[in-house]
């Protein structure tokens, strides 16, 4: 259980474009999901929280109108890097919070990451 | 606020040796605390997590972990690696009734030798 998948695993997109990555969660409802992004042999850091039909809170330093996060449904969030440059390439994972009130509530899982190349 | 420290960037091991990875952490407050490892060009999998009760946890792939409030420690075991432990190990934190809000270490890059 508490499985958490991420669409695309690896993307490369030209200067200028946008970019669309999924995050699911399998098994479980999440309310919030969080997205991180992890530079090369570092930690991750966190970008923002995604709410179940409510707006994201952004991490300061990370800019809103940049990285678009859609969270529509109990299963699925959304990231869309907007106008990516190639300082934008990065490895970014999401994760899910178990919204169960039993076993599992209080652990994130984690999808598998995008990487994210941009030209 | 909270911090997390993982004094170790790397810890290189000869194949069925013991290994400890070294979790240090700081909170004014009572903290949930977890290991997670991450495989080359792969998500997060959690290991083992500590919420309350015995401070000795137990958690997949024959890891275990030893939650000292006193000393603010949380160190990651196993008594006999595999080559297949070969990965990158984060300790992280959070504060709360919840899972929000994680604060991860910098990583322990743990290499096992044949």
Same mark, same amino acid.
């Given at each position: ?119 | ?22 979790? /240090? ?15 080359? /060009? ?18 997949? /792939? ?38 929000? /809000? ?13």
């Amino acid at each position: 259980g508490a499985v958490v998948s991420q669409h695309p695993s690896r993307v490369i997109c030209k200067s200028g474009t946008s970019v669309k990555i999924e995050c699911r969660s399998l098994d479980f409802q999440a309310t919030t999901m969080f997205w991180y992004r992890q530079f090369p042999k570092q930690s991750l850091m966190l970008m923002a929280t995604s709410n179940e039909g409510s707006k994201a809170t952004y991490e300061q330093g990370v800019e809103k109108d940049k990285f678009l996060i859609n969270h529509a449904s109990l299963t699925l969030s959304t990231l869309t890097v907007t106008s990516a440059h190639p300082e934008d390439s990065s490895f970014y994972i999401c994760s899910a919070r178990d919204s169960g009130r039993f076993k599992g509530a209080d652990t994130q899982y984690f999808g598998p990451g995008t990487r994210l190349t941009v030209l | 606020a909270q911090s997390v420290t993982q004094l170790d960037s790397q810890v290189p091991v000869f194949e069925e040796a013991p290994v400890e990875l070294r979790c /240090n952490y700081s909170s004014s407050v009572s903290v949930y605390l977890f290991w997670y490892v991450q495989y080359p /060009n792969q998500g997060l999998q959690l290991l083992l997590k500590y919420l309350s009760g015995s401070t000795l946890v137990k958690g997949i /792939n024959g890891f275990e972990a030893e939650f000292n409030k006193s000393q603010t420690s949380f160190h990651l075991r196993k008594p006999s690696v595999h080559i297949s432990d070969t990965a990158e190990y984060f300790c992280a934190v959070s504060v709360g009734t919840g899972a929000n /809000n994680l604060f991860f270490g910098t990583g322990t890059r743990l290499t096992v030798i044949p």
